[in-house]
């Protein structure tokens, strides 16, 4: 598996579906086919409370984590070694959601230099949780991101992201 599924996807084909569905609908009311324009009407509903309120069942796939960006996974045991492009430098650096005591971290991505915030969520306890983790916000990386990044490679001797981020 290299691609995964987001919260954001599902929420864009939520969306395409209930335009198909709704077309299709619009389509063969043309031709008065109404029961069949008003099944379609339902499945047009159906995909978008689907794609608002369903969860991401991935209870099949290995742990890891993937840049929301490049959508590029890598399974938890590759995470940090060098081939990887995707940086976990927020053993320190986290902070903690108010409402419920949860630690959130930031992670980066060498690929597309973003940094995403993530949290650890096995059980898929959100339901949104893809591969294990729950994803928040992706943002270009500061000057701040890089020099924790670069003060956790240093610590834990990690030269090719000091090289990297130099
Ligand atoms: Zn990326």
Redesign the pocket.
Known sequence: MSKVYFKKDRLRYGFLWMLIFAGASYLVSLFEINWLATTLMIFAGLSLITGIFGTNDDTGNSVGIA?P??K?FHPMQSLNDIES?IYLYGETVFRTRKSDGLNIHPFL?L??K?VTEYASDLNNLSGHAVCGYEYFETKKMTKKNISDAMAFAKLHGHQHIIETLK
């Open positions: 840049c960006k490049c590029v492009t991505c690929k597309c973003n």
